[in-house]
Each structure stands twice: as C-alpha cells, then as structure tokens.
C-alpha cells in the first residue's frame, strides 16, 4: 500500500493545481450528466448528427432548435475526417437566451471535452488509489512531467519519477512508464501517479525474495549503482551490497573507480550477510585464488627478483612482485655503504628494482626484501683491503666526544679514538686536533668485520716518545721553561714543548697554602718548573714550581722519599 503520508507531502498549492488542471483539459465540466436529446442540459455528453463541415466549423443538430458549432481543429489529426450524417458525442457547454420549453438560443458544444469526460469515467471505471497503470509520457510542465493513461492526462511529480531524481526528468517524454497511482481527487479530475513508488514497492518485493535465498559465497551479478573512496555500492536486483576497495583486488588501487564504473555488470561474491540489518558484503578478488597462496613456493628465501616501487614511505619502500603480492625493502637494506636518510633518495615509485627476498610471513602477507643484498657486500673486502697496519687517507665526517669518524672509502668509515690521536697531549675532544672535513692520514690498527668496525689512529703515525727520547731529555731535577696551558683545581698543566706536557700540583706551586692557582699564575703565562719525576708508564711528567731553587740532589731526594 501507498504511505497517505506521502500523498499529503504531493498536495499542490493552488497555483500549481491550476496549472496541472489546465494540462489534463480543466475541471469545468466536474459536474455533468449524460444523456440524449430532448433532456438537454448545461454540462450534459449528448449525441448529434453532423449537419455541416467547413474550413473551421463543424455544424451539429443535437436536437434543438438551434444548432451548434464545433471548431474544426477539434478533430485529431489521427482521427477520419467528420462527415456529414456522422453521430459524434458533444458536450453542451453553454445556451445563450436558454428557454427549454420553448428550444430557443444558441448553444456552445465540445467534442474534445466530451472525450475527455468519457475517458475520465472509463478509466476511473478501472483505476483505484494504489494501482498500477502504464502512461506515455507527454510533456514537462511546473513540478513534473504530464502523462497520459488511456486518454487521461495525470501528473507525476518531479520527486516521484525515480528513486534517485534524474539530472532532466524531461529526458522521459516521448516514453511508456509504469507508476502507482497515489491520489485521486474526483471533483477536479486530478490523478497523481508516482514511478519511484512503484520502483520502491518492487524493490521491496525483490529485496525480500533476495534475502531469502542469498547465501555466503554464492557468486552473483549485480549493477555499480554508486561509487565512493571507500568502494561501490552494487545492486544485486532488490539489495545494495557494498563492494569495499580492499575487497576489489588483490592488488594495490588508489580509488575504486579505477576498477568499476556507474551502471557497469560486474560479478561479485558474498563475503558477508547481516540479514538483521539488511547489509551484505562482496568482493571480487574472491572470485580467483590469493597470489599469496603460493608466495613461499614461488618466492624462496635468498631468491633474486625483479619488482616495481609502488609506494615510498620514511621507513622504505613497498616493491610489487606481481599484482597482489608486495614486499618491503627496509631503509636499512638498501645500501651497503650509503647513509640513506629517506628512501627516495635511492628510489621512486614506478621504479624497476633488483630484490632479494629476505624472509616470508605468510600468516600476515609479508615479505621482507632487501637492494643492497643484490650487490657484494663490501665490508667483506674489508679486512684484505685495509689490515692492520695499514696507512690510509679519508676525510673527517663528523666529530663525537670520543673521537672522530674517518671516510677511508665510500660508506666505510674508520673510528679515530680522542686516546689514538697524540701521544703526549691529553685530548678531551677531538676538535683539539682535527677539523669537519679535514682530510687525515691514519694508520689501520685493528678491524672487526663481523661487527663492521675500523679502528684509526693518528699518534701510530710516529713513534712513541715516551719510548724514544722523552726520558733522555727531561731528567729528574732538570729545571726547565714551559707556558701554563690549562688550570685545574687540583693544579696547572705546563706545556714544556709541543704535544708534550706535565702537571704542576696544586701544592708545588707556592711554599704558602693555595686555594686557587688563578691567584698565582694564568693561561699563557710563561713559568720556570723542576721535573720532580718522569713516569714512562703512566705517561705522566711531575713539575714543581717552588722548588725550582732546591738542589737538583734535593729534588731527587724529596721525590724518592714521596
């Protein structure tokens, strides 16, 4: 049955009914009888003879005295050509000077309107509220579209000719459509039919046949009935099921519409039925076997393959082997020797790269593939190419408190430790000897390749003076000149000449008590100091300031005793 609500929302104002009365031929004549001559009336249908016809009357004895005329035009052009001695049905609209008793003025007919009343009681013989009627459509008038069901002209409002409204509801003229009558309104001969309604009310009907026999897993056709970023909407004949993008393949698409179009046929499979909620599930990449199903056998561990870069993150690159199946290429697997700091440096989607396939999940459809395994790796030259020993130029890349990283080759880098770097001076931070970007020249001292480590040193350039000349030329009690380079809280350092100093304790630099050596001496000054030892071990040289005026036998004696 028809919902009286929405024949309530279909009540057109007045305008708009004048206008759709005006369109179906006007309601003047909602009161009417029919007969025959001789109860003649007003708004009576009554048979008459054609008497006469001329260019642009029709001249008709309806059994009064006067006769009456009909404009020639009312004729159809489908119709045979009135004849004289035709019987023809007319509607007596008007008698002027009306005096029935005496069959006296002149009468008004209407053959066009007799028809009308005539197919308006023929078909409201037939036609009840919630009926299916066909119509052809006749033209588009304000709000809708006229249509005419066996001679009637009814009205289909704009909101009513489809479940969702065309772009041009003039796009149905000229065409035989189906609609359910919603509202008949019998004292202005008004029809108003709906096709959508009768769209819904089938829909219904098949939407419950449907679910009915709809099953997980049956394949079924069904029409794109609409398209959004999330997937299609498919109508299986009576039921929407949403077809969702990940659903559609099993490979990798930007949008759904790269694989369905507006109105397209397409086959689907049920995946899922919430018959509670009336909402199905499909797909289509069900329709073949899972590309993953023979991944491990295809794609063994250490195997070699080409593959497409489809899509570059900050963490790697996603690499398609063949539709369905992708793999990841880490940042980390990409080179051996290169600091990548984001995948596209080295790739772009649509790429072609060489892969090695590292590992396989196959419980969650992942592959691990790796660039830089394609190649040899070259840490495994390493050691033949740079043993201990070793001398080799690079460049200062970066600077760290314990030391500084060396370039000796492209991505191979050599750690110089702030220890390795002189062997008199106390180092603190690297950029006390070397610079960013400063070419070096180092010696190999030892390289672990399993945990890919170059040990450098620079002091192994030279021999060691602490085994060399070092205790030769400073003896104990030797009185020397240094500069003070560094003040401490426990004392000074003395540089006695380059690379090369010793420490002058806070307690040897005054025979008085000092707190702060800042009162007695600052950086730069220049200072006489007595070497109270030399420790070749520790690589340590012991100063004294206040005893500089001591015998050297004294100084040797008090360093002894200590």
Same mark, same amino acid.
């Given at each position: 049955?028809?919902?009286?609500?929405?024949?309530?929302?279909?009540?057109?104002?007045?305008?708009?009914?004048?206008?759709?009365?005006?369109?179906?031929?006007?309601?003047?004549?909602?009161?009417?009888?029919?007969?025959?001559?001789?109860?003649?009336?007003?708004?009576?249908?009554?048979?008459?003879?054609?008497?006469?016809?001329?260019?642009?009357?029709?001249?008709?004895?309806?059994?009064?005295?006067?006769?009456?005329?009909?404009?020639?035009?009312?004729?159809?052009?489908?119709?045979?050509?009135?004849?004289?001695?035709?019987?023809?049905?007319?509607?007596?609209?008007?008698?002027?000077?009306?005096?029935?008793?005496?069959?006296?003025?002149?009468?008004?007919?209407?053959?066009?309107?007799?028809?009308?009343?005539?197919?308006?009681?023929?078909?409201?013989?037939?036609?009840?509220?919630?009926?299916?009627?066909?119509?052809?459509?006749?033209?588009?008038?304000?709000?809708?579209?006229?249509?005419?069901?066996?001679?009637?002209?009814?009205?289909?409002?704009?909101?009513?000719?489809?479940?969702?409204?065309?772009?041009?509801?003039?796009?149905?003229?000229?065409?035989?459509?189906?609609?359910?009558?919603?509202?008949?309104?019998?004292?202005?001969?008004?029809?108003?039919?709906?096709?959508?309604?009768?769209?819904?009310?089938?829909?219904?009907?098949?939407?419950?046949?449907?679910?009915?026999?709809?099953?997980?897993?049956?394949?079924?056709?069904?029409?794109?009935?609409?398209?959004?970023?999330?997937?299609?909407?498919?109508?299986?004949? %009576?039921?929407? @099921? &949403?077809? #969702? =993008?990940?659903? /559609? !393949? *099993?490979?990798?698409?930007?949008?759904?519409?790269?694989?369905?179009?507006?109105?397209?046929?397409?086959?689907?499979?049920?995946?899922?039925?919430?018959?509670?909620?009336?909402?199905?599930?499909?797909?289509?990449?069900?329709?073949?076997?899972?590309?993953?199903?023979?991944?491990?056998?295809?794609?063994?561990?250490?195997?070699?393959?080409?593959?497409?870069?489809?899509?570059?993150?900050?963490?790697?690159?996603?690499?398609?082997?063949?539709? %369905?199946?992708? @793999? &990841?290429? #880490? =940042?980390?697997? /990409? !080179? *051996?020797?290169?600091?990548?700091?984001?995948?596209?440096?080295?790739?772009?989607?649509?790429?072609?790269?060489?892969?090695?396939?590292?590992?396989?999940?196959?419980?969650?459809?992942?592959?691990?593939?790796?660039?830089?395994?394609?190649?040899?790796?070259?840490?495994?030259?390493?050691?033949?190419?740079?043993?201990?020993?070793?001398?080799?130029?690079?460049?200062?890349?970066?600077?760290?408190?314990?030391?500084?990283?060396?370039?000796?080759?492209?991505?191979?880098?050599?750690?110089?430790?702030?220890?390795?770097?002189?062997?008199?001076?106390?180092?603190?931070?690297?950029?006390?000897?070397?610079?960013?970007?400063?070419?070096?020249?180092?010696?190999?001292?030892?390289?672990?390749?399993?945990?890919?480590?170059?040990?450098?040193?620079?002091?192994?350039?030279?021999?060691?003076?602490?085994?060399?000349?070092?205790?030769?030329?400073?003896?104990?009690?030797?009185?020397?000149?240094?500069?003070?380079?560094?003040?401490?809280?426990?004392?000074?350092?003395?540089?006695?000449?380059?690379?090369?100093?010793?420490?002058?304790?806070?307690?040897?630099?005054?025979?008085?008590?000092?707190?702060?050596?800042?009162?007695?001496?600052?950086?730069?000054?220049?200072?006489?100091?007595?070497?109270?030892?030399?420790?070749?071990?520790?690589?340590?040289?012991?100063?004294?300031?206040?005893?500089?005026?001591?015998?050297?036998?004294?100084?040797?004696?008090?360093?002894?005793?200590?």
């Amino acid at each position: 049955m028809v919902n009286r609500n929405l024949i309530r929302e279909l009540d057109t104002g007045d305008e708009l009914d004048q206008e759709i009365e005006l369109a179906m031929g006007g309601s003047e004549t909602a009161d009417y009888d029919i007969g025959l001559a001789p109860s003649l009336s007003v708004n009576s249908v009554v048979e008459g003879k054609i008497l006469r016809v001329d260019s642009e009357f029709v001249l008709v004895d309806v059994g009064y005295k006067s006769e009456g005329h009909i404009p020639r035009n009312e004729w159809d052009e489908n119709e045979p050509e009135p004849q004289i001695g035709d019987l023809v049905k007319v509607l007596l609209e008007d008698i002027e000077e009306a005096s029935l008793d005496e069959h006296r003025g002149l009468i008004t007919l209407s053959k066009r309107k007799a028809r009308r009343i005539e197919d308006w009681l023929r078909v409201m013989s037939s036609v009840r509220e919630d009926d299916v009627v066909t119509g052809f459509v006749l033209r588009k008038i304000k709000g809708g579209l006229l249509v005419d069901i066996s001679g009637v002209n009814v009205f289909l409002p704009a909101s009513q000719v489809d479940i969702r409204r065309p772009a041009d509801i003039g796009d149905y003229c000229d065409r035989a459509i189906q609609c359910l009558v919603l509202k008949i309104d019998e004292s202005r001969r008004n029809i108003v039919v709906s096709r959508r309604a009768l769209i819904e009310q089938e829909r219904a009907e098949r939407k419950k046949q449907l679910m009915e026999t709809l099953e997980v897993g049956q394949i079924r056709r069904g029409i794109v009935k609409n398209i959004a970023d999330f997937g299609a909407f498919v109508d299986l004949g %009576g039921i929407d @099921g &949403l077809l #969702h =993008i990940t659903d /559609m !393949s *099993w490979g990798r698409i930007g949008h759904p519409s790269e694989m369905v179009s507006i109105d397209q046929e397409v086959e689907v499979q049920v995946l899922h039925i919430d018959r509670e909620r009336e909402k199905i599930a499909l797909g289509m990449k069900q329709r073949t076997p899972s590309p993953w199903a023979k991944v491990a056998d295809k794609y063994p561990v250490d195997t070699v393959c080409k593959g497409e870069v489809v899509n570059v993150m900050s963490y790697g690159a996603f690499v398609k082997l063949e539709d %369905g199946v992708e @793999g &990841l290429v #880490h =940042i980390s697997e /990409m !080179s *051996w020797t290169k600091r990548v700091s984001h995948p596209s440096e080295l790739v772009a989607p649509g790429d072609t790269v060489d892969v090695v396939v590292l590992a396989i999940n196959q419980e969650k459809q992942e592959i691990s593939l790796g660039m830089k395994q394609t190649q040899q790796n070259p840490w495994e030259k390493v050691a033949a190419d740079y043993p201990p020993g070793a001398i080799v130029k690079g460049v200062v890349r970066n600077l760290t408190n314990y030391g500084a990283f060396i370039e000796i080759d492209e991505g191979i880098d050599g750690l110089l430790h702030v220890t390795d770097m002189s062997w008199t001076r106390k180092v603190t931070h690297p950029s006390e000897v070397v610079d960013k970007g400063q070419e070096v020249e180092c010696k190999v001292l030892s390289v672990d390749q399993q945990r890919r480590r170059i040990a450098l040193g620079l002091k192994q350039m030279q021999e060691d003076p602490w085994t060399g000349d070092i205790p030769d030329r400073y003896k104990v009690g030797d009185v020397v000149n240094g500069t003070i380079t560094k003040i401490t809280n426990f004392g000074v350092f003395v540089g006695l000449e380059d690379g090369l100093e010793g420490l002058l304790h806070i307690s040897e630099l005054s025979d008085d008590k000092v707190e702060n050596a800042e009162e007695l001496v600052q950086v730069g000054d220049p200072i006489e100091v007595k070497i109270l030892r030399v420790d070749t071990d520790e690589r340590k040289i012991g100063l004294s300031r206040k005893q500089v005026d001591s015998p050297a036998d004294e100084a040797a004696a008090e360093t002894s005793g200590s």
